[in-house]
């Protein structure tokens, strides 16, 4: 069905919707969580969200040995002897594994959606969202990645009425970036690293398109609040920090800068889909002084400053 303006068949690739969300914007939220993302930071705690197409998870602890999946699969794919299970160079995503396992030992992440599909979602938050302020946030992965799923979702988003808000890289096309933006009342943004071989080798792409758009959306006028996760080995450091905030607080309109502080939650995901935690395993979680001297540096460019977001 298309609506004025809006095409509500636009399709998309997601792989989660968060409801209750009281971080990542005003209110109430629920976060859709778009597929697919140009970054590889190495810390990533959503791996699944990478790849911008549907995969399938395997997760030993849950498997019960049954071999449904290895006699199911129309691709000979998987083998109750290999490790990960899953041979992916002939796996084609069907998903009759994870659909047929229901202990969870295989499990999809993505599925292919149309913003008509999404909106009748989030229409069951109509009044939460009313009463709390919320509205939605576009997440990832990179939702600049999917850039027509997105602009239609927000235009759908708008059309109700709703606050929206993105949390992005802000690696996208200028193209992108301009017809967006002016959808979109919150940008939490992410600068990693303001030192671009640094950025290169733990981010695995350049901080150039990040830091230019950053300039150009400090530009449109949307509200913007810049996040940082705080690495032990990239970032961890006064110096580091103190150039993030230097920069934050050149940029218009600029009040906040979030801290969050680097954790493990996604490390086990990594073997779920047959990647390596590169990471390491001893690496820790930045303690509370070193966290509280990094918001002081923060305060002292003149920002407000929150650790965790
Ligand atoms: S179908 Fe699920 S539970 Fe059965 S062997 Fe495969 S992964 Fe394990
Ligand atoms: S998604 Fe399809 S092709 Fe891939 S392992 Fe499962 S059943 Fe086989």
């Known amino acids: 069905m298309l609506t004025k303006g809006i095409n509500y068949e636009q399709k998309g690739i997601i792989f989660n919707m968060q409801r209750f969300s009281i971080h990542d914007g005003p209110g109430i939220r629920t976060i859709v969580f778009l597929k697919g993302c140009p970054l590889k930071c190495d810390w990533c705690s959503n791996p699944e969200s990478q790849d911008p197409v549907v995969e399938i998870m395997f997760n030993e602890k849950n498997c019960t040995g049954c071999k449904k999946c290895e006699r199911n699969c129309p691709e000979s794919a998987i083998n109750m002897l290999r490790t990960g299970r899953i041979d992916r160079a002939k796996c084609t995503s069907c998903g009759v594994c994870a659909e047929n396992c229901y202990p969870g030992g295989l499990v999809k992440s993505g599925e292919e959606t149309t913003v008509e599909k999404v909106m009748t979602e989030l229409k069951k938050e109509t009044i939460q969202f009313r009463r709390s302020g919320g509205g939605v946030t576009l997440s990832g992965g990179e939702l600049l990645m999917q850039p027509e799923f997105a602009i239609e979702l927000l235009k759908a988003c708008k059309a109700m009425g709703w606050h929206t808000a993105i949390e992005t890289t802000g690696y996208a096309s200028e193209d992108t970036i301009d017809k967006l933006i002016p959808l979109v009342d919150l940008v939490l943004l992410d600068i990693k690293h303001l030192d671009d071989e640094k950025h ?12 230019k758009n950053a300039k150009k959306i ?3 006028g949307t509200e913007l609040i810049i996040r940082v996760p705080v690495i032990p ?3 961890c450091d006064k110096n580091s920090i103190s150039d993030i905030a230097k920069f934050a607080k050149s940029l218009n309109g600029v009040q906040r800068l979030d ?12 073997e779920n889909l047959g990647l390596d935690y590169t990471m390491g395993q001893e690496i820790k979680t930045p303690d509370e002084d070193t966290m509280n001297n990094f918001k002081k540096i923060v305060e002292e460019y003149g920002l ?3 650790i965790g977001g």
């Open 200 to 211: 290169k080798k733990y981010v695995h792409v350049s901080n150039e398109v990040i830091v």
């Open 218 to 220: 400090s530009t449109i």
């Open 233 to 235: 080995k990239f970032n």
């Open 304 to 306: 407000e400053c929150t």
């Open 259 to 270: 801290l969050l502080p680097y954790h493990k939650l996604g490390a086990n995901k990594y």
